[in-house]
């Protein structure tokens, strides 16, 4: 959806689970030396200012990035992310993915950043205006994500990361991703979700398409801060992942046994971490 920003909920809990996700998945890519391709397909601006209108109007970033720097943890990839994330944070800065992505990237390896924002587009390309390997694509990134596959390098991830604000959104994640898959069946492929009032919640549908993909694969992530309200509300989110590599689902394990206690205060905060397709036992 075009008026959607994510500058409202940047360092949010939400964001704190997917990026988690996203480091561990992209520091499994950079434990081998051939390079990989990123694609992020609703990149957004990349880099967001905590002290902006959008971000104190909400101030997500307070039950998200904040509680988290102030973890004591001696989970490595927590620790990792702390360090990452930290510069950016004495800043009042948060970086999105497009920024993580970069960071830890290496010189071989290429990003793909789509986004259909006009000005969010604009705001990506000034952020990462000059810098090496990164291709910014002003397009829909449901149809720019089937157009690039299969990449070269053949080796890598894509976050999907739409505003979901259109039910349409939720069909056309899996339209995408099963097209995609298609022509790239090396590939990781981390959707990110939200999970939302029992009145609004449209997931479940999305899940079961994509746990219908003829791969041998798909785990489900979930944490949530709070109970699910009955009307209104954003009470947790979900993350998606199709071809994890080996190993991935104890290391979100760990991550689960710390988040909810360290983001929420609620006695309702939890999360889960299941398989929606094994083949491999």
Not at 201 to 223: A, C, R
Not at 264 to 269: L, M, N, T
Request: net charge negative.
């Amino acid at each position: 959806m075009l008026s959607y920003r994510h500058g409202y909920h940047a360092g949010n809990h939400a964001d704190v689970l997917k990026h988690l996700c996203q480091l561990i998945l992209l520091e499994k890519l950079a434990q081998k030396d051939k390079p990989f391709v990123y694609i992020d397909t609703h990149a957004g601006a990349g880099l967001y200012d905590l002290q902006s209108e959008q971000a104190q109007k909400t101030a997500e970033y307070e039950q998200g990035i904040d509680r988290l720097m102030q973890l004591q943890s001696a989970n490595p990839h927590i620790c990792r992310y702390q360090a990452l994330v930290g510069e950016y944070h004495q800043q009042h800065r948060y970086p999105g993915s497009p920024e993580l992505a970069f960071r830890l990237c290496r010189e071989h390896d290429s990003l793909q950043l789509m986004e259909w924002h006009n000005q969010e587009v604009l705001n990506l390309k000034a952020n990462f205006k000059d810098r090496r390997n990164v291709h910014i694509h002003h397009r829909n990134g449901f149809e720019g994500l089937v157009a690039l596959c299969p990449p070269k390098p053949a080796r890598g991830m894509v976050l999907i990361d739409p505003s979901y604000e259109l039910p349409q959104d939720y069909v056309e994640v899996v339209e995408s991703v099963k097209a995609a898959q298609k022509r790239w069946a090396g590939g990781t492929f981390a959707i990110w979700y939200p999970m939302l009032a029992k009145a609004r919640d449209k997931s479940q549908t999305m899940l079961d398409g994509l746990s219908q993909l003829p791969v041998e694969q798909v785990l489900n992530i979930q944490l949530w801060v709070g109970a699910q309200p009955d009307d209104f509300g954003m009470y947790g989110s979900g993350m998606v992942i199709i071809n994890p590599p080996w190993q991935f689902d104890e290391q979100v394990e760990s991550l689960l046994q710390v988040l909810p206690t360290s983001l929420s205060d609620s006695p309702d905060a939890g999360a889960r971490c299941q398989w929606l397709r094994n083949t491999q036992g």
